[in-house]
């Protein structure tokens, strides 16, 4: 068996970010694509330069065209326009469609086998887009929002508790959006649940941090959006399919008939192992958690027929 290839399109903040949290846990080989003439070459050659004194052994190559990713084992999707403060996900919806059909078209020609993990937004949008112009089972497509929704609600959790992040599981439901649905019923401190640990309303003022955990981000950087933790969170995923880990993540998936949603990409537990996503897993939700989940995909949905496919 030779190297893995993970293929990243974009080299700007995300892509760049995961190229290197890629190619630090030696993942595989890394190739960066761009648009931008000698942005990608740049970076990788500035990263690959960082692995002596690092001492991880990966290729890293940076190229403006799709040759170098043919048979990529992974390709994390990153290319598109971020947000700026007083956007939302939804406003950058026609830039990027365009882009990441243009981006899909190229990948799936030359990684016929590929698994996609697409970041970029609105996510769970291109992720059906994606999803729809690959023609690949939908085992193979999916988009990163919930390990990153999740990743802000436990480090605020920690933040909160003076505790560390590693004994924080949290897990979550619904759209990468303002409706996105914390669930803090499934959260628990090394197995204690967190409602024992904080007050209702504390809880509820971190679900709400989280829900608009994007926006502080972008109203702090002013001109873009968050990269380290988006990075981080397509790496996990890249991870668990490549070594086969079938771990536990919320992750945008297309739906047909789970928490009763069918042609829909919306954020949901699954395994994920060597054949992708591989299960599904239906939580049992309140009637006030289910009236959430409704609402959040309501606005997915409509994001959705925007595309009018
Ligand atoms: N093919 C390849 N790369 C492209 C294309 C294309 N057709 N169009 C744009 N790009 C590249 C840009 O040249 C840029 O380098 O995508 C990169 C995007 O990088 P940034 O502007 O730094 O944006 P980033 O912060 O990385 O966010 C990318 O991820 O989290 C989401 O909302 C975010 O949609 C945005 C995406």
């Not at 403060?85 to 590929?114: C, F, H, T």
């Not at 994606?130 to 999740?150: C, I, W």
């Amino acid at each position: 068996m030779g190297r893995k290839k993970i293929s990243i399109i974009g080299a700007g903040f995300v892509g760049a970010t995961a190229a290197h949290w890629a190619a630090e846990k030696e993942l595989g080989d890394v190739v960066v694509v761009d648009i931008i003439e000698g942005l990608p070459q740049g970076k990788a050659l500035d990263l690959f330069e960082a692995s002596p004194i690092e001492g991880f052994d990966a290729r890293v190559i940076g190229t403006n065209s799709y040759e170098e990713t043919k048979d990529s084992d992974v390709v994390i999707i990153t290319s598109g326009v971020p947000r700026k403060p007083g956007m939302s996900r939804e406003d950058l919806l026609d830039v990027n469609r365009k882009i990441i059909e243009s981006v899909v078209a190229q990948v799936v020609e030359r990684s016929p086998r590929a698994f996609l993990i697409i970041v970029t937004n609105p996510l769970d949008t291109m992720t059906y887009l994606a999803y729809k112009k690959s023609g690949f089972p939908r085992e193979r497509v999916m988009g990163m929002a919930g390990v990153l929704d999740t990743a802000r609600f436990r480090a605020f959790i920690a933040m909160e508790l003076g505790v560390s992040v590693e004994d924080i599981q949290a897990l979550l439901l619904g759209g990468h959006g303002d409706e996105m649905v914390p669930l803090p019923r499934y959260t628990t401190v090394s197995g204690i649940p967190l409602s024992q640990l904080l007050p209702r309303e504390k809880i509820e003022r971190l679900v709400d941090r989280t829900r608009k955990g994007g926006a502080e981000i972008v109203n702090l950087l002013k001109t873009g959006s968050a990269f380290y933790a988006p990075s981080a969170g397509a790496v996990q995923m890249a991870e668990a399919i490549l070594k086969d880990k079938k771990r536990i993540l919320p992750c945008c998936a297309y739906l047909q008939g789970e928490y009763g949603l069918k042609d829909i990409c919306f954020g949901v537990p699954v395994k994920l192992g060597a054949k992708g996503v591989e299960a599904i897993i239906e939580l049992e939700l309140t009637e006030e958690e289910k009236a959430l989940v409704a609402k959040s995909a309501d606005s997915v949905k409509k994001s959705i027929a925007e595309l009018k496919l």
